[in-house]
């Protein structure tokens, strides 16, 4: 079994890399520094492999190469995370921040977030509409890495916490299957998931539940 990404064979990863809509990165790759970088910048690990993934066939695809050879795996959204859990050793990072996708239903009032979102992208969108996802405090955060965390921000007192505003999610499970945690659907994965991190599999789309605030407030 294949217990380092740089024991992989050169082939494989270079038939990994032809099945991906986005970039696999090596070491000798220009921009691979930059992609295993992260906001704290004591944390410093060399993968073998980045995939900056650009939607979820290819984090399917990441997290069935890693598993099918026994690689060290970690998933890198927003890269706030104090601790470097976006990061690993001579594994395989899943970077998730090119997925930037938000679509705002201002009727139903409900977000689609895609996992590489940060709260100002995700503000910039909503408040177009006057609404808001109660999230964290730091614009530069990932909605991400807040949201399986719990969720804690400026709004948490008339709103609650992110994650008593999540409707849904959708999860690339260690098998490498996409299903949805709802209330309804898979009811233990999405309790599991609203506060206890991202180790129940990798979340490719949130679905919150949006207030009406602004786009004028008042803070002091």
Known sequence: MVTTAKDADETEVEDFRDTLRGTLLQPDDKGYDEARSIW?????????????????????????????????????????????TGLCDEGLVIDLSPMKSVRVDPKAKIARVEPGVTLGELDHETQAFGLVAPAGVVSTTGVAGLTLGGGWGWLSRSYGLTIDNL????????????????????????????????????????????????PTVWVG
């Not at 066939?57 to 997290?63: H, Q, R």
């Not at 409707?167 to 309804?184: C, F, K, M, P, Y």
């Open 167 to 214: 409707r849904g999610a959708d999860i690339v499970t260690a098998d490498g299957e996409l299903i949805h945690a709802s209330e309804d659907e898979n009811e233990d994965l999405f309790w599991g998931i609203r506060g206890g991190g991202g180790n129940f599999g990798v979340v490719s789309s949130f679905e919150f539940t949006l207030q009406e605030v602004g």
């Open 40 to 84: 704290n910048a004591m944390i410093d690990r060399r993968p073998s492999l980045i995939v900056q993934c650009a939607g979820v066939a290819d984090v399917i695809g990441s997290v069935n190469f890693a598993r099918e050879r026994g690689l060290d795996l970690a998933v890198k959204a927003g890269g706030h995370n104090a601790a470097g």
